[in-house]
């Protein structure tokens, strides 16, 4: 984005966001993907991909490890603050999600989740396919407690936000079309999809395939773009097939990228390895208490665990995503 479109877009998110006091922009938030937005689903699961043991979330008002894979906030977390809510949306499988609380949205996201059914069942996360049937009985419980007309305007007003590819890698890069038809039918309108962070450049995957080198590797960066692009693409013929729909593709790669690239002129001391253990390739169970080498200050470090950001990165990726994503607020 160029600087002075950036600088009107900044500009105009003040105003925005002053007119708001404290009236959040759209009426709910629903969420969908994988680790980079799960909030503690994973936690009612039988798998191995969870982030519900310290030192995860040790920098959280409570220093609670809720499930998010990270030391903080999420960047969805400054979303929902963003756009003017003082909670955030619950993990769906949290008791406290059910109720009330599903009035401001809710988060369907699983860690180990992709684009790629299969890619989920291999860690018994939840496939994006089963989180759209969750949905529908959040849909449900929405139109018992207030109503099918105010359920509507609710369910259409409101944004989604899908996050979903990065462990499709494991497996294969594959985009999955028919999932934006399917929540469309089911009546979102505004819809906002990450797209891959530069794969190659994360701590745990220059270890498994970087020979050494510790640069971001190439094959996988490139991966990440054509899958992006493919994405842009697919955005653009949905958009014009299905009336009524705003699709915002909300660019993760290259604000992560500059990160990384440019991490000292961000502010951040460290882009190669991570905080947590030796910083080169634990995630999940293997970042725990005992590992040896964690950091004392996360707000260094671009990543928190070797696949990812730390909440200060967060912050500055959340700010990317909102002014991509301005179209589904105007
Ligand atoms: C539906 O919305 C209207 C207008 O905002 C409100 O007055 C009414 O109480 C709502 N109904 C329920 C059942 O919440
Ligand atoms: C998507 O493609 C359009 C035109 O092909 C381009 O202008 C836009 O910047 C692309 N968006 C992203 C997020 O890459
Ligand atoms: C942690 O690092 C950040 C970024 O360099 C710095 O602003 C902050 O003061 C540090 N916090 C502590 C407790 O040292």
Redesign the pocket.
């Known amino acids: 984005m160029g600087s002075s479109s950036y600088f009107f877009t900044s500009l105009l998110l003040v105003v925005v966001f002053n007119l708001a006091k404290g009236q959040p922009l759209v009426p709910a938030l629903f969420i969908f993907g994988d680790s980079v937005v799960d909030v503690g689903n994973n936690n009612h699961l039988y798998t191995i991909v969870k982030a519900n043991f310290p030192p995860y979330g040790r920098d959280l008002k409570n220093h609670n490890p809720t499930g998010r894979f990270c030391n903080g906030k999420l960047a969805s977390d400054y979303t929902a603050e963003n756009l003017g809510f003082t909670s955030y949306p619950p993990a769906y499988l949290n008791l406290k999600a059910k109720g009330n609380n599903l009035l401001n949205g809710a988060n369907f996201a699983s860690a180990a989740s992709g684009y790629y059914d299969p890619t989920a069942k291999l860690y018994h996360a939840i496939p994006l396919s089963q989180q759209l049937e969750h949905y529908k009985e959040c849909q449900n419980i929405l139109v018992g407690t207030v109503g099918q007309s105010n359920a509507s305007s609710i369910i259409s007003g409101s944004i989604y936000l899908i996050s979903a590819g990065n462990s499709d890698f494991i497996q294969n890069y594959y985009i999955n079309p028919l999932l934006y038809k399917n929540i469309y039918a089911l009546g979102a309108r505004k819809i906002g999809v990450t797209t891959l962070p530069p794969m190659g450049c994360l701590p745990a995957t220059i270890t498994l395939f970087g020979s050494d080198s510790n640069q971001c590797v190439v094959k996988l960066n490139n991966d990440a773009i054509n899958f992006n692009k493919k994405l842009n693409t697919t955005s653009q013929s949905l958009q014009k097939s299905l009336s009524g729909l705003k699709l915002a593709i909300l660019d993760i790669y290259q604000p992560l990228y500059d990160l990384v690239t440019k991490s000292s002129e961000n502010?951040f001391f460290e882009a190669r390895k991570a905080c947590c253990g030796t910083g080169l390739l634990e995630t999940s169970v293997l970042c725990n208490q005992k590992s040896i080498g964690t950091c004392a200050?996360a707000?260094?470090y671009v990543f928190w665990d070797g696949f990812h950001p730390s909440e200060a990165a967060n912050k500055v990726l959340s700010d990317d995503l909102l002014a991509a994503g301005i179209s589904l607020i105007s």
């Open positions: 502010g200050n707000s260094e």
